[in-house]
């Protein structure tokens, strides 16, 4: 008898729980113990990272545009192009000599060094370039690294030990929630960024009326490169941040807002006893930075306008919620992938699942594992990508000096976080994307003239606050026209002639202009690339990754100009320099080439996909158009993989990984996409986000190309043909996927498919 109060008590707990969790996101049992296993939510403008620890909370706020000025200046590039053709004579007499030929072995499965040796080809042109740049003036200046906002600490009492803990992420409306119990009952902390509102909004409640003790603080940044005025009463904190180095700086405004109890402050914290609730509201600004409205910016102060603006804002936490989650949910529940987990299976904890298959040893992958880490990445694609895309971290950070900057990477990192954003219905994101690009090309027109004497525009292989190159990596030239391909794709999937016209178009015929000026033919009577990089594994000629995005960029000039029915006069000489484009090269054992120089080079072990670029991007090679590069591809695909399971600069790495499935997915081997994509589930934070497993980095690469292996594995469309379950994994019997877009205009409503039965279920609508 006396047992019964205890078992009903226990079976109400598990009710409310229940009720509580999200029907699609995340739920962990444990509290973050550093910033990185935080939940993460956003708006696409501001970040936050929550902590979840019951009485001594830490709450990250980050904002997209937020990039440290390290040095005073961004750096001095001196007019370089007058070495071009001394560096180019330099090229070719090294590469033929057997000893540069010898240091660039062909990097094979059977044989691997602990380091991997590069193409070697470039040193003596790259130390060449590098003296003379130093003689002349050149100015080196790091890329400003991402950083994070501020702080917001919540320090409440403890009355006995903590239980029935959860902590959630809801990826239908955004917001984060912290709960527990202790003696004296329940306590929720909940959170969202609001998109309509742009402001980070908080709720924190006790177990009931007049039971809410805590303090409230901001601490100071601590950054000798920001000086910081800070202000604290007991209704506002905010800080005036400006940069020592370059101009400008941000500003942050946080509005505390009790309901019942009292108020008062000490030691810069406010301290309320005895209340019903607190709600907080706070924002950052950026103002004189280069993102924040030109190089030369404001210096002012815009507290007592951010003050206006929270003042406006309704103090009612439910109120602020509704818009943001309406919001916010229309563009994520427009896609969902069903695998056949139950209710009861989607409602476990990150910690329950990743046990699960650590157990089986990754072997099998929990369906809901699957649709959740599918859920997640769409999830921090829309919170992370607004007037900026995402950085190599999204838009979260709590490190001031983070790896590799949190920087944009062009030579794959910020493709891959776009890679997802057309197949996967959030095309939206795009925007920031786009501006970003054109936000550069003053300085990538200024790369092309003092590098190459060129026209047009050269991208660097990684920027922030600008896109100048300061001779590392100077000799790829293929950036630009990577990017070009994402604004063109734009138009393949969303049939926007508008978009194709005013800043597609724009873009190419630049591009276009930097070849006619760059490329030269040589004794073949065809172009060759030189100088030349295959990204990261290598300096030489004729890199075919380079050969692939030229001819991309000049089929997609071609094919808008046709579409649009622009640009005659321009037409032949375009379709004349795509004739004359080098040809790729096979080596003797049947495998792609990584340079088409006839040196038959590749670097096999190299994390890097880079040639492949015809499969997993371009889609330049097929069985019926190019039946030799295609099976060719595919035994070079076949060595690449063989290579990564011995290879020290592989292991793990997202970057690698996400291409190669991509790769899988074009060639239809949905085997080797299901074996990546279960090996991806071994690198995941509570939270669903992915990391590096050098050191833990906190990645973005695979959360942005995550969605898009599976979306172009079950549906492919290209030049009018779709494809269905072209590359479907072996594992994945019977599932649902709907709402995901291919080219073409096409929505793919529902499609369903059972293995077994071999019966598709498809329903689809087309624009056209």
């Not at 193409?119 to 003379?132: G, N, R, V």
């Not at 959630?168 to 329940?186: A, I, Y």
């Not at 607190?278 to 924040?292: N, S």
């Not at 320099?577 to 080596?587: D, F, R, V």
Request: a negative charge; charged letters at 25%.
């Amino acid at each position: 008898m006396k047992l019964l109060p205890t078992i009903s008590l226990l079976l109400l707990t598990c009710v409310l729980q229940a009720q509580e969790l999200p029907q699609r996101g995340v739920v962990s049992s444990v509290p973050a113990d550093r910033w990185d296993n935080g939940l993460l939510t956003g708006n696409g403008r501001m970040g936050a990272v929550v902590y979840g620890q019951p009485t001594n909370e830490t709450i990250i706020v980050n904002h997209e545009k937020l990039f440290l000025p390290t040095s005073e200046r961004e750096g001095v590039l001196p007019d370089l192009s007058k070495y071009l053709s001394e560096v180019r004579r330099i090229i070719r007499e090294e590469s033929a000599k057997e000893s540069y030929k010898a240091t660039s072995v062909v990097m094979d499965a059977k044989v691997l060094p602990n380091r991997l040796p590069r193409a070697m080809t470039y040193e003596p042109a790259d130390a060449f370039l590098q003296s003379k740049a130093k003689g002349d003036g050149l100015v080196v200046s790091p890329v400003a690294p991402y950083h994070p906002g501020f702080e917001f600490k919540i320090d409440m009492p403890a009355h006995g030990p903590v239980k029935n803990y959860l902590r959630t992420t809801d990826f239908e409306t955004g917001e984060v929630t912290v709960r527990w119990d202790d003696d004296q009952g329940g306590y929720v902390r909940r959170l969202f960024v609001s998109k309509p509102d742009n402001a980070v909004v908080l709720s924190v409640k006790g177990p009931g009326a007049g039971a809410l003790n805590c303090k409230l603080s901001a601490p100071a940044l601590g950054q000798k490169l920001i000086l910081s005025s800070q202000n604290t009463d007991q209704e506002w904190i905010t800080f005036h941040n400006a940069y020592v180095n370059g101009k400008g700086g941000y500003d942050v405004v946080i509005r505390v807002v009790p309901k019942g109890g009292r108020v008062e402050t000490e030691g810069g914290k406010i301290i309320f006893s005895q209340a019903d609730e607190v709600l907080v509201l706070m924002k950052i600004e950026p103002f004189g930075t280069p993102f924040a409205g030109g190089r030369e910016g404001s210096e002012s102060s815009s507290v007592e306008h951010l003050k206006d603006t929270l003042r406006r804002l309704p103090t009612n936490y439910s109120a602020l919620l509704q818009p943001h989650a309406k919001e916010h949910g229309a563009l994520f529940n427009r896609v969902r992938l069903d695998l056949g987990a139950s209710n009861e299976e989607r409602a476990l904890t990150s910690e329950k699942l990743f046990n699960q298959a650590q157990a089986m040893g990754y072997k099998q992958i929990p369906a809901a594992l699957l649709e959740k880490l599918y859920d997640a990445c769409r999830f921090y694609f829309i919170t992370s990508a607004g007037e900026l895309p995402p950085n190599l971290q999204g838009i979260w950070n709590g490190d001031w000096k983070p790896a590799w900057a949190s920087d944009y990477h062009l030579d794959i990192n910020l493709e891959m976080a776009m890679d997802s954003a057309l197949s996967a219905n959030m095309a939206e994101g795009m925007e920031g994307f786009f501006n970003l690009v054109e936000f550069w090309m003053p300085d990538w027109r200024e790369n092309a003239r003092k590098f190459y004497g060129a026209r047009g525009v050269m991208a660097p292989i990684h920027s922030t606050t600008h896109g100048v190159t300061y001779c590392r990596h100077q000799f790829w030239t293929s950036g630009a026209g990577w990017l070009a391909s994402y604004f063109y794709d734009y138009y393949r999937f969303t049939g926007d002639k508008d978009f194709l016209a005013r800043r597609a178009m724009p873009l190419m015929k630049e591009i276009a202009l930097f070849y006619e000026d760059f490329l030269f033919e040589d004794e073949s009577g065809r172009y060759r690339l030189s100088p030349s990089f295959s990204p990261e594994s290598g300096w030489r000629d004729n890199a075919t990754m380079e050969i692939a995005v030229a001819r991309e960029l000049m089929k997609n000039l071609i094919a808008a100009c046709q579409q649009l029915g622009v640009e005659q006069e321009n037409l032949p000489k375009w379709q004349a320099m795509l004739a004359k484009m080098p040809a790729y090269q096979i080596g003797s054992n049947g495998d792609l080439a990584e340079w088409a120089d006839g040196s038959f080079l590749h670097v096999y072990g190299h994390r890097h996909l880079s040639p492949f670029y015809p499969l997993f991007r371009s889609f330049e090679f097929s069985p019926e158009g190019t039946p030799e590069l295609w099976k060719a591809a595919g035994v070079a695909f076949e060595k690449k993989r063989a290579a990564r399971s011995v290879s020290r600069d592989w292991p793990g790495i997202q970057l690698g990984e996400a291409l190669l499935a991509q790769s899988a997915a074009y060639l239809g081997r949905g085997d080797i996409v299901e074996e990546i994509l279960k090996g991806m589930t071994d690198k995941l934070y509570p939270s669903l986000f992915m990391y590096l497993p050098t050191r833990k980095y906190f990645s973005f690469d695979g959360v942005g190309a995550y969605p898009d292996i599976i979306n172009r594995s079950l549906a492919f469309a290209l030049d009018g043909t779709l494809d269905l379950l072209r590359a479907v994994p072996p594992g994945w019997r019977k599932g649902v996927i709907s709402g995901i877009l291919v080219r073409g205009q096409i929505r793919i409503d529902r499609l369903q498919w059972d293995q077994d039965s071999g019966a598709i279920d498809l329903e689809l609508t087309s624009a056209i």
